[in-house]
DNA sequence: CCCGGCAGACTAACCAGTCGGTATGTCGTG
DNA sequence: CACGACATACCGACTGGTTAGTCTGCCGGG
């Protein structure tokens, strides 16, 4: 019997990744003792160990992981052929729908920053930092070209929409009555119409 | 010598709630320790379970200073003698300008919860819902008259603008270009623009 | 003289990470 | 194909360090 998928099918570094990410989520991150960890992934700090450097790689790869898809969806969109305004409203959809469908990892993005040692923290915000000003270029183009209202600076819109993204683990529950793409659509419009001109 | 303003003149208990705000903001709650409050406080752990039952005891009362300031501005707006759009204008603005003028605050209000107990996170949690509410009541209230769009649910809309204000403890620095009436007042400006009918 | 206000040593619990050990698999070689 | 050498995957007891909270007692003012 191969001991890297033991118990059920998927390998074990999976396993810890995903019970480290709920049980983050739960509790928090330093609620969340690595022994609670192994034993919802079904195997010892031994494994842990052979996989992660240590309690803290577990949490960034939560971040990276979560970096990754959203900066490559979100480049696909912004070069895509469309209207800008198609292009905004379709960026802000996409990242709502995607944070509800790992609310998960949205809400240890926004609470355990500082969990992360310097350097990861660093990496992590720098890649943030793409993923906003490539959304801030958008908008920008919008602007220039005069399908947005220039009252309000770019940086600020970005960060206004993303608010609203970051509260999403707050307060969305699927048993609500609205789906992620219902939430999307009045988010993403709520954007648009705060831009028109 | 008074032993209760030792020191410089503020009593202790005020001292220690304000080491451990500054302290929670900075590290975050649990890499906090006890010990590192009473010494930013100038006193020791005895003075500290003299006024507090507990370190818990000591989060809650920065949700509750938090809690209490921001229902009484806004009550007292809501209540006051304005059109609609004017009230929901200032309650927005407001919140912004009292949400960065206690940064620290704001940043352990939304990271910390989960380290409440239960009875207390519930309590903190009520509040909320009725500062929530009361909030919704003004959208509604301007949807009814017609001076609002009713395209977005008013429970959306709020928790669309909290979610900004939300934001602002990750992103704003007084070192920046924008005041922070400057930044609420575009704040503000966005929600407006967003409900335009 | 007594009590609120506080000092600071102490305790019991916990926890991240280590380390020596075991089982299973793979590969080169005669 | 048989066999040893080495590697990978994991186990779980142990350690060193930290921490929230307790408790005894001192000290000065009313």
Same mark, same amino acid.
Do not use: C
């Given at each position: 019997?191969?001991?890297?998928?033991?118990?059920?099918?998927?390998?074990?570094?999976?396993?810890?990744?995903?019970?480290?990410?709920?049980?983050?989520?739960?509790?928090?991150?330093?609620?969340?003792?690595?022994?609670?960890?192994?034993?919802?992934?079904?195997?010892?700090?031994?494994?842990?160990?052979?996989?992660?450097?240590?309690?803290?790689?577990?949490?960034?790869?939560?971040?990276?992981?979560?970096?990754?898809?959203?900066?490559?969806?979100?480049?696909?969109?912004?070069?895509?052929?469309?209207?800008?305004?198609?292009?905004?409203?379709?960026?802000?959809?996409? *990242?709502?729908? =995607?944070?509800?469908?790992?609310?998960?990892?949205?809400?240890?993005? !926004?609470? &355990?920053? $500082? %969990? /992360? @040692?310097?350097?990861?923290?660093?990496?992590?915000?720098?890649?943030?930092?793409?993923?906003?000003?490539?959304?801030?270029?958008?908008?920008?183009?919008?602007?220039?070209?005069? *399908?947005?209202? =220039?009252?309000?600076?770019?940086?600020?819109?970005?960060?206004?929409? !993303?608010? &609203?993204? $970051? %509260? /999403? @683990?707050?307060?969305?529950?699927?048993?609500?009555?609205?789906?992620?793409?219902?939430?999307?659509?009045?988010?993403?419009?709520?954007?648009?119409?705060?831009?028109?001109?």
């Amino acid at each position: 019997m191969a001991r890297t998928t033991d118990g059920d099918g998927t390998p074990v570094p999976q396993r810890l990744l995903a019970a480290a990410t709920r049980l983050f989520a739960d509790h928090g991150y330093d609620r969340t003792s690595v022994q609670e960890i192994v034993e919802a992934a079904g195997v010892t700090k031994g494994a842990l160990y052979h996989y992660f450097g240590s309690k803290d790689d577990l949490l960034h790869e939560v971040y990276a992981r979560m970096l990754r898809v959203q900066q490559e969806r979100l480049d696909a969109i912004a070069d895509a052929d469309a209207p800008v305004e198609q292009r905004v409203r379709d960026a802000a959809a996409d *990242v709502v729908v =995607t944070t509800i469908d790992n609310l998960d990892d949205a809400s240890i993005f !926004f609470r &355990s920053m $500082h %969990h /992360l @040692s310097p350097e990861k923290n660093k990496q992590v915000r720098a890649e943030r930092r793409r993923y906003h000003e490539r959304f801030r270029a958008l908008i920008e183009e919008g602007q220039d070209s005069g *399908v947005f209202s =220039t009252a309000t600076p770019a940086d600020l819109v970005v960060d206004y929409h !993303f608010g &609203s993204v $970051h %509260h /999403l @683990s707050t307060w969305y529950s699927p048993e609500g009555p609205l789906t992620p793409q219902q939430v999307a659509d009045h988010l993403a419009d709520l954007l648009l119409r705060a831009l028109r001109p």
